[in-house]
T-cell receptor, first 114, second 108 residues
């Protein structure tokens, strides 16, 4: 069974630009959640999608948005990039929503904003 | 909200040693997960363990939900065990709350 796939692996953007990250979950998993990881802040929850609906959202500004498609693939968008958005963005999939089943992570997208 | 504390924050061991990592949580939880993040950033789910004990090779985990803690045991450490170990629990708002992690370095 293929794992969670995130693309791209690395990304370099300039302040003010926008970026879209993609995540394909494990086959059969309907929940996709996104996290931001920075050295100073650790793992911060962005949002969770289950069957195309956003079930939960972390404490991030509206510049961070996401969506989930009918095939459970998910995208995350960050608009008007700031230097502080430089981070490792991790996507995780699970069978059940609400973190009631094991989480499986992709390899992440490392975003650098210059 | 629920608080998750991990100890120790850092651990340096020689290859072959055993270790115990601890995760304390401040409120009752329905489940707990342990993860290992390797030096390249990859996060691997080690255990999904609401209560009781589970074993997977050299690793085992025990969660005592009534006393609000979980332990991760690593036996006969190998250099590939190096990295950061996180525990995470869901809160009442269905968000996953993470501990700050234990950074483990295994020296050859």
């Amino acid at each position: 069974k293929a794992g969670v796939t995130q693309t791209p692996r690395y990304l370099i953007k300039t302040r003010g630009q926008q970026v879209t990250l993609s995540c394909s979950p494990i086959s059969g998993h309907r929940s996709v959640s996104w996290y931001q990881q920075t050295p100073g802040q650790g793992l911060q929850f962005l949002f969770e999608y289950f069957s195309e609906t956003q079930r939960n959202k972390g404490n991030f500004p509206g510049r961070f948005s996401g969506r989930q498609f009918s095939n459970s693939r998910s995208e995350m968008n960050v608009s008007t990039l700031e230097l502080g958005d430089s981070a490792l963005y991790l996507c995780a999939s699970s069978l059940a929503g609400g973190f009631r089943s094991p989480l499986h992570f992709g390899n992440g997208t490392r975003l650098t904003v210059t | 909200g629920i608080q998750v504390e991990q100890s120790p924050p850092d651990l340096i061991l020689q290859e072959g040693a055993n270790s115990t990592l601890r995760c304390n949580f401040s409120d009752s939880v329905n489940n707990l997960q342990w993860f290992h993040q390797n030096p390249w950033g990859q996060l691997i789910n080690l255990f999904y363990i609401p209560s009781g004990t589970k074993q997977n090779g050299r690793l085992s985990a025990t969660t005592v939900a009534t006393e609000r803690y979980s332990l991760l045991y690593i036996s006969s450490s190998q250099t590939t065990d190096s990295g950061v170990y996180f525990c995470a629990v869901p809160d009442s708002n269905y968000q996953l709350i993470w501990g700050a992690g234990t950074k483990l370095i295994i020296k050859p």
